[in-house]
């Protein structure tokens, strides 16, 4: 009669043949990286090996450990003794590496020291893509992602916390001494502990006395003190910041801006920001593709969140479309103001007579100038007028209602006027594909939730090969072809 077949671990197997084609068949992830790495110009990585040496075993190529880096992201494994023990048991990777053992301590060697070049074969990739005609340059979507860092929240502290615990770790240390034996042994573990975290403690804030003198340059005592009180740096990661996810926590992070062209979806240029600050990243994103392809896009496309004047007046004196609409446009656009039907948005600018209708047709005349956030406004009210309005109290909380309107309110003005037409609003609908997919491949499909490696070089390293990837499947199938 006939039984269930069991594994039988006791044999002795011999394998005497293997069809690579089976291992990594045309059209598979694993071909695609082989090939697209093997165009790669590596010459600054390889001069940096003593080839003409005699002494030791012959290197592993450099390309075989950017396979296996852009491989391990692809198959959602990102710490190095995973990609190690992947080396060693999965036939994939044997069939990248030709059966050459790599231990985690050779691979995180590699991507340390050579972060700026892998980072310039991303630059690489990009012109692949251009010379296949992937990007068309006619929209760029401009988007940041919020990635948490390999750090925890409770080790970001302020300068004072840090003073606090320098303060514990002294007085431990100095127990210790107290009752060492008499040849005063300080080789224990808890002390050589101790030492190191008191000098990670000073280091770190020597580090953030630096960011906050950067930061207060020029500013008052009072403000230096503030920011004394306020400002935090993580123990764990210098470069990390206590950034606000999508799920509302709190986390120390890195943002990350990707500019994409909308064609194909090619990233043509990334960048780990200094701070969470999308404003200010927009610029250096439009220019970051500007260098990396050598030409520059017909339309800007952004969301509310790149949003400033200083933006607008930039994008415009360079000559470059945009279409990037100010927050109050779509908190106006979905009924979300604050005061209804006087709202500022429902107050009418007369500009040929620089004034202002309110919603119950007074007039609002300019009353003097005002400095906000370094930025000049003038002021318009009509305290008369308002003193005797039964609608006052749903209009403003003070005696009368102040319109403030930015000195250069027409570039805004301008943007506002560019959404108003229909092409232009089909255009900006195709950001949001464009701009956003890869985040949401990286994470729900590649797992990618946070970042592995600490300090913003590292991390910039690790982003390039991430979206490295992810132009690599997208000009793969056009340059080798998808397979039977």
Not at 62 to 75: E, R
Not at 201 to 206: G, I, R, S
Not at 225 to 234: F, L, T, V
Not at 365 to 392: D, P, V
Request: hydrophobic share 35%; charged share 30%; glycine share 4%.
């Amino acid at each position: 009669m006939r039984s269930f077949i069991v594994p039988d671990r006791k044999q002795k197997l011999l394998l005497t043949e293997v069809d690579l084609d089976a291992i990594a068949p045309l059209g598979s992830a694993l071909r695609y990286i082989d090939e697209l790495v093997d165009m790669f110009d590596t010459s600054e990585i390889e001069k940096s090996y003593d080839l003409d040496s005699e002494q030791g075993r012959n290197p592993i190529h450099p390309k075989t450990y950017i396979k296996v880096g852009l491989y391990a992201l692809y198959n959602c494994r990102f710490s190095l003794r995973k990609m190690e023990y992947d080396i060693e048991h999965h036939l994939g990777y044997k069939w990248l590496t030709g059966d050459k053992a790599i231990d985690h301590s050779t691979l995180g060697k590699f991507y340390a020291r050579y972060l700026d070049e892998i980072v310039e074969l991303f630059s690489q990739v990009v012109m692949l893509c251009k010379e296949l005609d992937l990007i068309d340059f006619d929209i760029l979507a401009i988007d940041s992602v919020k990635l948490r860092a390999n750090a925890s929240y409770k080790q970001s502290k302020t300068l004072a916390s840090i003073e606090k615990e320098q303060k514990k770790i002294k007085e431990r240390l100095r127990q210790l001494i107290e009752a060492a034996t008499g040849d005063g042994s300080m080789q224990g573990e808890e002390q050589k502990a101790l030492a190191d975290r008191l000098e990670r403690l000073q280091e770190a804030k020597t580090v953030l006395k630096e960011h906050i003198e950067a930061k207060t340059l020029g500013g008052s005592e009072k403000e230096k003190q503030e920011s004394r009180e306020r400002e935090q740096i993580n123990i764990t990661d210098f470069d990390a910041h206590i950034m606000q996810q999508a799920n509302r926590e709190q986390n120390p992070a890195y943002s990350v801006t990707t500019a994409t062209d909308t064609a194909n979806d090619i990233i043509t240029h990334f960048q780990v920001n200094p701070q969470d600050d999308d404003e200010a990243a927009l610029l250096g994103a439009v220019e970051g593709s500007r260098e990396q392809t050598g030409a520059r896009h017909n339309t800007v496309n952004a969301d509310s969140g790149f949003a400033s004047k200083a933006n607008y007046e930039s994008l415009e004196q360079e000559g470059q479309e945009a279409l990037i609409p100010d927050r109050r446009l779509e908190a106006e656009e979905r009924n979300e103001v604050s005061r209804a039907e006087y709202d500022r948005s429902n107050f009418i600018y007369d500009e040929r007579a620089d004034l202002y209708i309110c919603p119950q047709a007074k007039i609002l005349r300019k009353m003097g100038e005002a400095t906000i956030q370094g930025r000049r406004y003038y002021r318009y009210g009509n305290a008369s007028a308002c003193r005797h309005c039964e609608f006052r109290d749903k209009c403003t909380n003070g005696k009368f209602r102040n319109i403030y309107r930015d000195q250069k309110e027409e570039v805004q003005e301008r943007m506002r006027a560019r959404f108003e037409r229909v092409e232009n609003r089909s255009r900006y609908t195709k950001r949001a594909h464009a701009a956003e997919s890869p985040y949401g491949h990286a994470k729900r499909n590649l797992k990618f939730t946070h970042v592995i490696r600490r300090g913003i070089e590292k991390v910039r390293m690790e982003m390039a090969l991430l979206f490295m990837l992810h132009n690599i499947m997208k000009v793969a199938p056009v340059l080798i072809g998808s397979g039977p």
